[in-house]
C-alpha cells in the first residue's frame, strides 16, 4: 500500500499549484481590465460604462489579498511538511513539491506575513 504521507503531500502541493495560478490570473485580469478601461477613455465611452469599468477593477483588486493570504498560509503548511517528512526526500512527489513551492515563493509578496 502506498504511503499515505505521499498522498498528503500530493493533496498540499495541488492546493499550493492552483492558488499560485489563481494569484496568477487575478493579476492579469487586473492588467487586463486597466487596459479595457484605457480603450474605452480612448473612445469617448459613456462616464457610466468608465464608472462601471473601474468597478470591474476595484473588484478584481479586492480579490488579491484573499488569494496571497491563502497562497501564503498554504504554502507555509507544505514548507512545514516538507521540513518534517525528510524522509520522502527521494520521491519525485518531494521534488514536485519543493518545484510547486519555489514557483510560489515568486508570486508571494516579500513584505506580507499572514
Given at each position: 500500500m502506498t504511503d499515505p504521507r505521499l498522498r498528503q503531500l500530493i493533496i498540499k502541493t495541488g492546493v499550493v499549484k492552483r492558488l499560485t495560478k489563481e494569484k496568477t490570473v487575478y493579476e492579469r485580469e487586473v492588467v487586463i481590465e486597466r487596459q479595457r478601461l484605457d480603450k474605452f477613455k480612448t473612445e469617448g465611452a459613456d462616464e457610466h460604462v468608465l464608472k462601471k469599468q473601474e468597478?470591474?477593477?476595484?473588484?478584481?483588486?479586492?480579490?488579491?489579498?484573499?488569494?496571497?493570504?491563502?497562497l501564503q498560509r498554504e504554502h507555509d503548511l507544505l514548507k512545514k511538511f516538507l521540513e518534517d517528512e525528510t524522509e520522502l526526500k527521494e520521491t519525485k512527489e518531494y521534488v514536485a513539491a519543493e518545484q510547486v513551492l519555489a514557483a510560489a515563493e515568486e508570486v508571494i509578496p516579500k513584505n506580507v506575513k499572514f
Open positions: 468597478e470591474v477593477i476595484q473588484e478584481c483588486l479586492m480579490m488579491l489579498p484573499d488569494a496571497v493570504r491563502r
